[in-house]
């Protein structure tokens, strides 16, 4: 399993960024993917995750604000962020793993991309 990310750029308060996460290796489909991130100091919490149907979750900070979705023809995830804030501030990571497995301990995760909102 192999996953990707980008997007990430330095950005002002209220500004818009588009990550992505490109994936290979295995079944697209059928796994769990979300998006987690880590603030300097902070633990890793989860962002966003979309099922293997669909559905999808938020954590309270980002609704309204962020967007998970999923392009099968191109096996990419993405996370459209608005509104950003500065303390939206972290590296992003991807990742995947089995629906049945809780989002944190998921096995395969990308390299992250740093996302940096200035006020």
């Known amino acids: 399993v192999q996953l990707m990310e980008s997007g990430g750029d330095s950005v002002q308060a209220g500004g818009s960024l588009r990550l992505s996460c490109a994936a290979s290796g295995y079944t697209y489909s059928t796994y769990c993917m979300g998006w987690f991130r880590q603030a300097p100091g902070k633990e890793r919490e989860g962002v966003a995750t979309?099922?293997?149907?669909?559905?999808?979750t938020y954590t309270d900070s980002v609704k309204g604000r962020f967007t998970i979705s999923k392009d099968y023809a191109k096996n990419t995830l993405y996370l459209q962020m608005n509104s950003l804030q500065p303390e939206d501030t972290a590296m992003y990571y991807c990742?995947?793993?089995?629906?049945?497995?809780?989002?944190?301990?998921?096995?395969?995760w990308g390299q992250g991309t740093q996302v940096t909102v200035s006020s």
């Open positions: 990742a995947t793993d089995w629906c049945d497995v809780a989002p944190l301990l998921w096995s395969f």
């Open positions: 979309i099922d293997s149907d669909g559905s999808t």
